[in-house]
Nanobody
Framework: QVQLVESGGGLVQAGGSLKLSCAAS????????MGWYRQAPGKQRDLVAT???????NYGEFVKGRFTISRDNAKKTVYLQMNSLKPEDTAVYFC??????WGQGTQVTVSA
């Protein structure tokens, strides 16, 4: 059974940066697609980014070159580097796999 643990959230001013990490347990990480979603209060959960086993990435439209997803297979960890953060990026960010496994979420708050 895969388990995901996120870290790296926090409070940052608009224009700042944060790097989220998601550590995975279990086997098969190297070939597994991983991703990040986010959910703001009262809103639906939106795709932020995904990365497959070959390193091919996909981003939500709102990212627009500000975020970068990456992975370290040796550490079984996927990262989300977020730059030029905006107040509307405030949300709980969840790590995800297509097997419908989710992390507990990490809060990102961007102040104006």
């Amino acid at each position: 059974q895969v388990q995901l643990v996120e870290s790296g959230g926090g409070l940052v001013q608009a224009g700042g940066s944060l790097k989220l990490s998601c550590a995975a347990s279990g086997s098969g990480f190297r070939i597994r697609t991983m991703g990040w979603y986010r959910q703001a209060p009262g809103k639906q959960r939106d795709l932020v980014a995904t990365i497959n086993g070959g390193g091919v990435t996909n981003y939500g439209e709102f990212v627009k070159g500000r975020f970068t997803i990456s992975r370290d297979n040796a550490k079984k960890t996927v990262y989300l580097q977020m730059n030029s953060l905006k107040p509307e990026d405030t949300a709980v960010y969840f790590c995800w796999t297509p097997a419908d496994v989710w992390g507990q979420g990490t809060q990102v708050t961007v102040s104006a």
